[in-house]
């Protein structure tokens, strides 16, 4: 297998279903919940990245 690691920057009203979620599929271990960071320790963890994912949500007219 891969040796994978996650860092999940930010927070909001998802936070602790995910943390849910990593512990009932058994990866709780391989996620770092971070939290929320100031704009220069974001862009300095994004830097040491090898693959960045941003969420978002869409209006429901898809407008925003």
């Known amino acids: 297998g891969y040796d994978i690691?996650?860092?999940i920057i930010g927070s909001g009203e998802e936070?602790?279903?995910l943390k849910?979620?990593?512990h009932e599929i058994g990866v709780k271990e391989r996620?770092?919940?971070i939290g929320?960071?100031?704009w220069e320790?974001?862009?300095t963890t994004l830097s040491?990245?090898?693959i960045f994912i941003l969420m978002s949500k869409a209006?429901?007219?898809y407008d925003q």
């Open 15 to 17: 936070l602790e279903n």
């Open 36 to 38: 929320q960071k100031n």
């Open 48 to 50: 040491k990245t090898s």
């Open 59 to 61: 209006a429901r007219n």
């Open 41 to 43: 320790s974001t862009l």
């Open 5 to 7: 690691h996650l860092d």
């Open 20 to 22: 849910s979620l990593a």
């Open 31 to 33: 996620i770092n919940f």
